[in-house]
């Protein structure tokens, strides 16, 4: 890699270390429906703001776009989103660790299902890397931060790791079909509908513009997304995008561990890089 590629993979490292990092006063001072709200109505700024440049990704073939069954699969993760969000928040109101090491299950879990049902054809040492992150996961919970999870915020662990686990094959189906503006303009619609059904008061939008934490959360979440995105298409192989996305994971374990006093340095270091390890092959490796 060139010093330019590293240089934007340090970017985004520090764009999804920051990520639970800033959330994290969201999820302890406002109700978990607040964060997807405030996360979807600045990603639709944003994507207002793109829309002059990048808008003709999506009028170039509009009618095969909105008539293609693949903006279903957008609608879907869309709808979701609001709930991954919110339960999400659930998690990292009582462990910020907790909530970025799922990442790693969901990215395993992802994994098998492409290979299961659309012929990805994992090899061996993958397969046994998913098994690996079973197995890290259920030491997770009883030996890592995870164990002093409430049961509320447990069942909320599960049901992000899942959602977040069909993310993997719901961009892999829709953003080769509809294209990738398309798959994120569609998907924060949805969010920010799903927001307005959970009845988001005209006071929760006054806080998403006024509050400071809440609008620099919503702001660097709208902007990281972009940076990934166009890291993937432009500048680093997706693969090793993948690679500093989780490399954050341990970032964000240690400042937790240092910050709220999420179980000790050496336990959040040592959960962090048995990921991180497991996590690389199955990035890496071809087949």
């Known amino acids: ?32 429906k607040m964060s997807p709200a405030f996360t979807s109505s600045w ?11 990048l808008g003709h990704l999506i009028y170039d073939d509009l009618k095969g776009t909105l008539l293609s069954p693949f903006v279903l699969i957008s609608v879907y993760k869309g709808a979701t989103l609001f709930y991954m969000i919110a339960l999400q928040q659930v998690v990292n109101k009582e462990s910020t660790s907790s909530s970025v090491f799922l990442s790693f299950i969901a990215l ?69 079909q509809i294209g990738w503006y398309a ?48 890291a993937s298409i432009n500048i680093l192989p997706v693969s090793i995008v993948a690679v500093f996305l989780r490399l954050s994971v341990p970032v964000v374990m240690i400042y937790s561990a240092v910050r709220y006093h999420e179980q000790s340095l050496k336990n959040q270091i040592i959960f962090g890089i048995c990921a991180i390890l497991l996590a690389l092959p199955i990035i890496l490796i071809k087949g």
């Not at 990603?43 to 440049?53: A, D, G, K, N, Q």
């Not at 079973?134 to 899942?162: E, Q």
């Not at 005209?202 to 166009?230: C, H, P, R, W």
């Open 1 to 32: 890699m060139t010093l330019f590629q590293v240089f934007i993979g340090f970017l985004l490292l520090l764009s999804w270390a920051g990520r639970p990092i800033l959330y994290r006063p969201a999820a302890k001072y406002f109700p978990p």
């Open 43 to 53: 990603l639709l700024l944003v994507l207002f703001l793109t829309f002059p440049v």
């Open 108 to 176: 395993a879990l992802g994994a098998l299902a492409n290979n299961v049902f659309f012929g990805e054809g994992l090899g061996y040492i993958k397969v046994l890397c998913i098994l690996g992150f079973g197995v890290l996961g259920g030491v997770f919970l009883i030996k890592g931060d995870a164990k002093r999870l409430s049961k509320k915020a447990i069942i909320a662990f599960f049901c992000v790791t899942l959602i977040m686990a069909s993310y993997t094959v719901s961009d892999h189906l829709a953003i080769p």
């Open 183 to 230: 798959h994120l303009l569609v998907s924060s619609v949805i969010m920010f509908a799903v927001s307005l059904l959970h009845g988001i008061s005209k006071q929760d939008f006054k806080n998403m513009v006024l509050n400071k934490g809440i609008a620099l959360a919503g702001m660097f979440y709208a902007t990281s997304e972009f940076l990934v995105i166009y």
